[in-house]
């Protein structure tokens, strides 16, 4: 069983930033991939960043590619996603999520999320 618990989120100007993290508990965090979605009012989850389960490979969505930053650290079984630049479009609910990949069915454990508001 694995436990994943998001923080970070809040309410930010357009262009400011935000780190989030994802706090796991359970060992088989360090050895698996993890990632990012969200989700805005009305409209479906969508994937964000993931690492892979060192870090080593990541992949971004175009719109927050050279913004957002995926991480880890696995001493500390925590993930992050660091948001600069943030847009409006930006807002939403954020998930981590264990696995790796674009799709959401490559993962099987998530958070409950964390809100996200950028303000224009």
């Known amino acids: 069983q694995v436990q994943l618990v998001e923080s970070g989120g809040g309410l930010v100007q357009a262009g400011g930033s935000l780190r989030l993290s994802c706090a796991a508990s359970g060992r088989t965090f360090s050895t698996a991939g993890m990632g990012w979605f969200r989700q805005a009012q009305g409209k479906e989850r969508e994937f964000v960043a993931t690492?892979?389960?060192?870090?080593?490979?990541?992949i971004y969505t175009d719109s927050v590619k050279g913004r957002f930053t995926i991480s880890r650290d696995n001493a500390k079984n925590t993930g992050y996603l660091q948001m600069n630049s943030l847009k409006p479009e930006d807002t939403g609910v954020y998930f981590c999520?264990?696995?790796?990949?674009?799709?959401?069915?490559?993962?099987?454990?998530w958070g409950q999320g964390t809100q996200v508001t950028v303000s224009s």
């Open positions: 999520a264990r696995g790796y990949g674009r799709s959401r069915y490559n993962y099987d454990y």
């Open positions: 690492c892979s389960w060192n870090g080593g490979s990541t």
